[in-house]
């Protein structure tokens, strides 16, 4: 583990002025790391758990700083810091509306030619997976511009330009919200403790999700979401059903019922599977035998059926590649391969399945 600034610290950022200026990150386990910015020192020691964190003595508002961080044998820079007014707009919709998407927010944000707003928007990832982490690679600190600033929550904006007018300095704002989240996420959970509702969810909570890891939760939540989907489709066939019975009766006028085929949340269904055999003949180089894969079905999907179903048919061509080559080579060795399996005879003639992935 190499020495790590968080996510968060990037070229153009804004620390707080007149304020201790906090900075962390990662790094190897009781090594020294010292950071500075500007006129500002700091020095602390990586602790066992890998992380870090200095605190450095407040500074006045100014621009185009330099944040070096260093362990000895790894260092880091930021370049264009700036010291002004950080405020973080976090919550739900309301909060999440962009100004493009505002009253005017086309046209105002066309007409903006402010320098002093720079705004940082936290990627949105409900796990802490490699996608968050790439997710968070990728975020960036940006000054607001013309071409930008509709990105920016309209609320934020405004706020901004009012305090860049009234202060005078370079207004950083740290977008953090999600439409839709419960208002519990944005709470500490020393907060809810302090209210009966709060307590109840996190008692709900603890007994839905307890010591379980994320990737039992994961496969947890996919089985509830197929189970749900499924019960929809039920009750929706039901009611498409009632409709169609209460059209026969005279009088009655209803609109004709159209039944799709159901969709699946997962990549296509595999469509074939082959075994593909490379002989030593003058005639016969190779043959091939193909096999239809399983499919859904359209009245009554179960993903449990289509998996059997698929294990099925990768036993029965396994047995069929082994059966092959034994009756044409004798004293065949099986290698096994990550997407495939291949039989190769000590003459070096080969049998090879091809598997395709696994569906998920």
């Not at 007149?18 to 090594?31: H, S």
């Not at 934020?156 to 208002?183: E, H, N, P």
């Not at 379980?212 to 197929?226: G, I, L």
């Amino acid at each position: 583990m190499s020495l790590k600034l968080a996510a968060i610290f990037k070229d153009f950022m804004v620390v707080q002025r007149n304020r201790p200026i906090t900075v962390f990150g990662t790094g190897v386990p009781k090594t020294v790391v010292t950071v500075s910015l500007h006129t500002s020192f700091s020095k602390t020691v990586v602790a066992a758990d890998g992380t870090w964190c200095a605190t450095l003595p407040p500074l006045a508002a100014g621009t185009d700083y330099v944040l070096t961080v260093s362990d000895g044998t790894t260092e880091e820079q930021r370049k264009q810091v700036a010291v002004g007014e950080v405020w973080l707009a976090g919550g739900q919709s309301n909060m999440e509306l962009a100004l493009r998407d505002s009253a005017d927010g086309v046209a105002v944000s066309k007409a903006y030619t402010g320098t002093q707003i720079r705004f940082y928007q936290v990627p949105k990832r409900a796990v802490l997976d490699e996608t968050h982490q790439q997710l968070e690679a990728q975020s960036a600190w940006k000054i607001a511009a013309a071409e930008n600033v509709g990105d920016l929550s309209a609320v934020a904006f405004y706020f901004a330009k009012r305090l860049a007018q009234k202060m005078d300095c370079v207004i950083g704002i740290v977008d953090c919200y999600w439409g839709g989240t419960s208002i519990a996420c944005w709470m500490s959970e020393s907060m809810m403790q302090s209210v009966a509702a709060g307590q109840k969810q996190l008692a709900d909570y603890k007994a839905e999700v307890g010591a379980k890891t994320p990737e039992q939760y994961a496969a947890e939540m996919r089985e509830y979401e197929w189970a749900e989907e499924m019960r929809e489709r039920r009750e929706r066939d039901e009611r498409l059903r009632g409709q169609s019975e209460m059209g026969k009766h005279p009088g009655t006028v209803m609109p004709p019922v159209v039944r799709s085929r159901p969709s699946f949340d997962a990549p296509d269904p595999v469509k074939r599977f082959y075994v593909e055999v490379e002989l030593e003949h003058p005639y016969w180089t190779e043959r091939r035998w193909e096999f239809s894969a399983p499919s859904f079905s359209s009245s009554d999907p179960s993903i449990n059926d289509y998996m059997d179903s698929y294990q099925e048919k990768v036993d029965k061509l396994h047995e069929l590649a082994v059966n092959l080559m034994q009756a044409a080579f004798g004293n065949v060795q099986e290698i096994s391969e990550s997407t495939n399996t291949t039989f190769q005879n000590p003459a070096g003639q080969q049998v090879i399945i091809q598997q395709p992935p696994v569906p998920r």
